[in-house]
């Protein structure tokens, strides 16, 4: 039976268009959900929009327009970059969306029904520029710290959320469950957190005279729900909370979030949200590092600015996949540059894996019809190239399982090398002038083995690189790779299937456009 597995990516902030720390957080869950789905798990993939909230509205007073128009903008912009990046995605969810509304009410009722949320007044420091209440702790010299812009005195009457009550029961369940939070040295980040000092309860509300653009409260009318309850709920929302459907999603596999996100909102609120509601909690929080410079980069020797996404269209979504798995040790920061994107494009996808298949496609046109022939000797270098692939193709699944995915490449790459390697040894070019049966034989096996192995090699591209994979996989023949059971073993199922016309996978270009 096949497993179900249920992953999230954190939903964006309506309040701005969208950049490389987006593009990335999708394209890495992306890459999960295409291999668990190759693995034969039943996958669910939500990502979407966090519409509400102040900058929103705030953004909207200045443009004379309603909140709801710059969202449905943002959405179409958000939902555009899913689509250029070829993400994989079951379900989309916006926060305005009735179905959330009516989860977000629901469950606010419940906990109140509960007592788990109290009315109380609130008197303290609030920063307009951070939206958010501060302490005298934050200061820095005495005086608060440029982020949060003017701080003003405020006092407001607001509803709480009990967080505070679930502090230990929190500290031992992050302690004895090891593998909730991936990577492992995040959860000492939040333990210290949760041990460092005592939880205060959750403002949850905002009264409607400052913040209209909200969920209303069910069971008062004259507040809005603030951020986090609306947010984190979209992960029961998207799993169809209160209908049949839930049971079937619910807990979630993995929520994958960026490290800003982890503490406080999603390794503290979140678990407690869901213990006061009785809901099992998610399985795993994978957490990925930043891209720095993700807006632009001046590119050092050009002058240029290039913006990261517009590699998207200037050199495929295969090839931007590719670079950013191949750059981010997930749960790393990494640097954007365009000359590193360059020098990967250049190097890795056009000489070593362009090269090789419009090589073997030249070949195999010229000297055995366009079909892959069989295989009839077996040397050293073929001995060579298979001992290869049994040492690099028994890891690939185990990086993959581990979110290794930048090793993984690099491995599956050491190997695209080693079959160029191979053809410069086989040097079939040279065997076609040979009128001698025994070079034939060595000229139908070296091209038939570089098919063999160059599906072999793009097999577990497939999550990266899905078009291309699927590209190539056509070109020489090869079965399709929906599903990985059997296809890494090394065999002879291409014999006899035609080959390609001569393609170019990866065109050079002249310079990016800036
Ligand atoms: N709306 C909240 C999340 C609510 S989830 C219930 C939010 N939105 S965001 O637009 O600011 O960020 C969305 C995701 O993008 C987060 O996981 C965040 O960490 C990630 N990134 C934003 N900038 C990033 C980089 N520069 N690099 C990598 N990812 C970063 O937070």
Known sequence: MSKKFYITTAIDYANG????????????????????????????????????????????????????????????????????????????????????????????????????????????????????????KEKVDGKWPEIYGDVVEVTETNYFFKLAQYQDWLIETIEKNESMIYPRFR?????????????????????????????????????????????????????????????????????????????????????????????????????HGWWLSSGAKMSKSTGDVVNPLDLIEQFGADAFRYFVTREMNVGQDSEFSLELFMSRYNSDLANDLGNLVSRLLNMGGRYTEGKVPAVSVDETPEQELRKLWSEIGGELVDLYENFQFHKALD??????????????????????????????????????????????????????????????RQLIGAEDFAMLDGQLEWGTTLEGKSLGEKTILFPRPERPKA
Request: charged content about 25%; some cysteine.
């Open 411 to 472: 491995r599956i790459f050491t190997f695209i090398s080693g079959i160029n390697k191979y053809a410069e040894t086989r040097a079939p070019w040279k065997l076609a002038k040979s009128e001698d049966p025994a070079d034939r034989a060595k000229l139908e096996t070296s091209l038939a083995y570089m098919a063999e192995a160059l599906r072999l090699g793009v097999v577990l591209l497939t999550p990266v690189m899905p078009a291309i994979s699927s590209k190539v």
């Open 17 to 136: 268009s969208p950049h490389l720390g987006h593009a990335y957080e999708k394209v890495l869950t992306d890459i999960v959900a295409r291999f668990r789905r190759m693995m034969g798990d039943e996958v669910k993939f939500l990502t979407g929009l966090d519409e509400h909230g102040q900058k929103v509205q705030m953004s909207a007073q200045k443009q004379g327009v309603a909140p709801i128009e710059i969202c449905d903008r943002l959405a179409g912009e958000f939902q555009g970059l899913c689509q250029r990046l070829e993400i994989s995605n079951d379900d989309y969810i916006r926060t305005t969306q009735a179905r959330h509304k009516a989860v977000v009410q629901e469950i606010l009722q419940k906990l109140y029904d509960k007592g788990e949320i109290y009315k109380s007044d609130y008197n303290g420091f609030y920063s307009v520029r951070q939206e958010q209440f501060v302490t005298e």
């Open 187 to 287: 959860s000492a980040d939040v333990l210290q957190f949760l041990k460092k000092e005592d939880l205060n309860d959750l403002c949850i509300s905002r009264p409607k005279e400052r913040l209209e653009w909200g969920i209303e409260l069910p069971f008062d009318t004259g507040f809005v729900t603030y951020v986090w309850f609306d947010a984190l709920t979209n992960y029961i929302t998207g799993a169809g909370y209160g209908t049949d459907e839930f049971e079937k999603h619910w807990p979630a596999d993995y929520h994958v979030i960026g490290k800003d996100i982890l503490v406080p909102p999603h390794a503290v609120y979140w678990p407690i949200m869901l213990k006061a509601l009785d809901i099992e909690l998610p399985k795993h929080f994978l957490v």
